[in-house]
């Protein structure tokens, strides 16, 4: 079946505009979950939903940043005013449920460049 | 506070030659650990996880990891490499925080295959 499917795969944009990210999770799939992947380094969380609720959004790096989720279906990541330090591959991973027994399925990610 | 530190930034190994890819972890109580790869423009993808069960952990692709709890390690082998296995390797660990277990990954292994 189709995985997890991110739109666009490369965004380059001038610092100070604002982009969107969009995400499309495994169907039936509960849980959905942002990372940023900056260049060398692992994955960096930043928040995730259960259904349209994110209950845990300490991870995004400022409030240029904000993600909503319709439903149980797409979500998308905002990032407003865009810093050449939001340089990077931001990844989606959409899971069953929450908790640890669920496997978490990534997406190829967007890449965002900032100039 | 849940930690992962891998040990080698990038790893080299000729075609049919033992693979070891060194996890070392920190974690306040039992951990669940998992082994994910990223192949070039692909998403992360599940190798394997350790959940408490038998601590050998056999995965996909011939990998395999062991948990050994008096050296806080979750070392990554294989016994011989394959030029498929050509790809980032990170290693994470889980932190059960918000109500849910939040993925913590290691800085990642680049791990080259030469023929």
């Known amino acids: 079946g189709a995985g997890v499917s991110q739109s666009p795969s490369n965004k380059v944009t001038e610092k100070g505009k604002d982009v969107e990210l969009r995400c499309d999770p495994i169907?039936?799939?509960?849980?959905l979950y942002w990372y940023r992947q900056r260049l060398g380094q692992g994955l960096e969380f930043l928040i995730y939903f259960q259904g349209n609720s994110a209950p845990d959004k300490s991870g995004l790096p400022s409030d240029r940043f904000s993600a909503e989720r319709t439903g149980e279906s797409v979500s998308t990541l905002t990032i407003q005013r865009t810093q050449q330090e939001d340089s990077a591959v931001y990844l989606c991973a959409s899971s069953l449920s929450i908790g640890e027994s669920y496997e978490q399925y990534f997406g190829p990610g967007t890449r965002l460049t900032v100039t | 506070a849940q930690s992962v530190t891998q040990l080698d930034s990038h790893v080299s190994v000729s075609e049919g030659t033992p693979v070891l890819l060194r996890c070392n972890y920190s974690?306040?109580?039992?951990?669940?650990l998992f082994w994910y790869v990223q192949h070039p423009n692909k998403g992360l993808q599940l190798l394997l996880k350790y959940t408490s069960a038998a601590t050998l952990v056999k995965g996909i692709n011939g990998f395999e990891a062991e948990f050994k709890k008096s050296e806080t390690s979750f070392h990554l082998t294989k016994p011989s490499a394959h030029m498929s296995d050509a790809a980032e390797y990170f290693c994470?660990?889980?932190?059960?925080?918000?109500?849910?277990?939040?993925?913590?990954f290691g800085a990642g292994t680049r791990l080259a295959v030469h023929p």
């Open positions: 974690s306040s109580y039992s951990p669940s």
């Open positions: 169907s039936g799939h509960t849980a």
């Open positions: 994470v660990v889980t932190l059960f925080s918000g109500g849910y277990n939040k993925l913590i």
